[in-house]
């Protein structure tokens, strides 16, 4: 059975620093990413990456805030995020997919296996 389980979600100040983790299991993804979404507004990508770790890509309201990596003996994604701010707030949801395309998708429905989602809350 494939499952996407995340941690790591919290509240944190404004400019602080959060650190989510994704743990796959049932099987090895080529692509893992990261979704939000705040309330009241639709699911919005945040980041991908390949198996290799060589392909990454980011969408444009977090680039140079935060990482995605992932650690592939462990089959886990993560993303650590600096420089929270209050419109970071949002539940966070990994995602995989088996594609192979280059840079990784932004788009939602390339992704085929989700997460339950974990909360972020950033505060002033």
């Known amino acids: 059975q494939v499952q996407l389980v995340e941690s790591g979600g919290g509240l944190v100040q404004a400019g602080g620093s959060l650190r989510l983790s994704c743990a796959a299991s049932?099987?090895?993804?080529?692509?893992m990413g990261w979704f939000r979404q705040a309330p009241g507004k639709e699911r919005e990508f945040v980041a991908a990456i390949a198996w290799g770790g060589d392909s990454t890509n980011y969408g444009d309201p977090v680039k140079g805030r935060f990482t995605i990596s992932r650690d592939n003996a462990k089959n886990t994604v993560y993303l650590q995020m600096n420089s929270l701010k209050l419109e970071d707030t949002a539940v966070y949801y990994c995602?995989?997919?088996?594609?192979?395309?280059?840079?990784?998708?932004?788009?939602?429905?390339?992704?085929?296996?989700w997460g339950q989602g974990t909360q972020v809350t950033v505060s002033s």
């Open positions: 995602a995989a997919n088996m594609r192979r395309s280059l840079p990784p998708s932004k788009l939602l429905s390339d992704y085929d296996y």
């Open positions: 049932g099987r090895t993804f080529t692509r």
